[in-house]
């Protein structure tokens, strides 16, 4: 029996959509009931791998509109670029969100370091540690240009920022993926109320930023499977976290954890299925 003409449509039309759906990022928003008692809301705007290239023109315009939201403090972790050249893109990109004075801090990613090269489908379905290779992208350049505007680069650093009016701790880290993750350059008990920050969502990491009191971890890298099947999720964490922690807001071994799915991928794998580009408006909220 010859398909009929809807069918046909319909196949064509879902074959075709890992394609289109890149190309419609979402703001989706999460409440996490983490603050101190006492406590009004803040608001954090998670960013994470853009995975930038010059002519990513309408996804940068897209991530500007988002200054409009007003957040409290805006958090990218990493991923930001695919080649050096838009280094100047990203800092134009992420300065728009850094103008009214609002508090930033980022960290790299693998990506930040490392030109991509295309992949291999069976590699990557595969857990491990990166290839073996010389970094080549000069990633200094990319985060100097956004210390400019106004961002703190969080690279194995611990400091204090003033949020709406409230102390908080900010602890960050270089990337889990390829082992440059150095935890005990910023060890110790969290004085007050504190965020992690890093790229790789390890677990080891996550239990490490758990044990010395933060609240809550940021992360990115995994793109939430990027290609996630209905009723199973993600295939691939890229890394050891549990499969159903690959995107959003949950609770378990190692504490609250926000994974963004990103808003970019690879040149080489330029698609996305039932995992839509997004950013996270999160709403800290009493409850810890």
Not at 41 to 51: E, G, I, T
Not at 61 to 72: C, H, K, P, T, Y
Request: hydrophobic share 40%; glycine share 12%.
């Amino acid at each position: 029996m010859r398909p009929t003409p809807l069918l046909a449509t319909g196949a064509v039309g879902l074959a075709a959509w890992p394609f289109v759906e890149p190309h419609l990022p979402v703001l989706r928003r999460r409440t996490v009931p983490v603050l101190p008692t006492g406590w009004a809301p803040l608001r954090v705007l998670h960013l994470s791998d853009l995975h930038l290239l010059p002519q990513h023109r309408r996804r940068a315009a897209w991530v500007r509109s988002l200054a409009e939201e007003g957040a409290d403090l805006v958090v990218s972790t990493g991923d930001h670029v695919s080649s050096a050249a838009a280094f100047p893109l990203l800092a134009d990109t992420l300065g728009a969100l850094t103008a009214d004075g609002a508090p930033a801090v980022f960290v790299p990613g693998n990506n930040d370091y490392f030109t991509p090269i295309r992949p291999s489908p069976a590699g990557y379905l595969r857990k491990g540690a990166s290839r073996r290779r010389a970094a080549d992208l000069p990633w200094e350049q990319g985060a100097r240009l956004l210390q400019e505007r106004g961002w703190t680069d969080l690279t194995h650093l611990r400091t204090t920022l003033q949020v709406a009016g409230r102390p908080v701790v900010l602890t960050g880290t270089d990337d889990a993926h390829l082992r440059r993750d150095r935890y005990g350059l910023v060890a110790g008990p969290v004085a007050g109320f504190g965020l992690g920050i890093t790229h790789t969502p390890q677990r080891a990491l996550l239990r490490a930023f758990e044990r010395d009191g933060h609240a809550l971890v940021l992360a990115g890298h995994t793109h939430g499977g990027q290609l996630r099947v209905p009723g199973l999720g993600p295939l691939v964490t890229n890394c050891d976290l549990q499969r159903h922690r690959a995107r959003g807001l949950t609770r378990g071994e190692g504490g609250w954890l926000h994974v963004s799915a990103g808003l970019g991928s690879s040149p080489y794998l330029p698609v996305r299925f039932c995992c839509r580009p997004e950013a996270t408006l999160l709403e800290l909220v009493g409850g810890r």
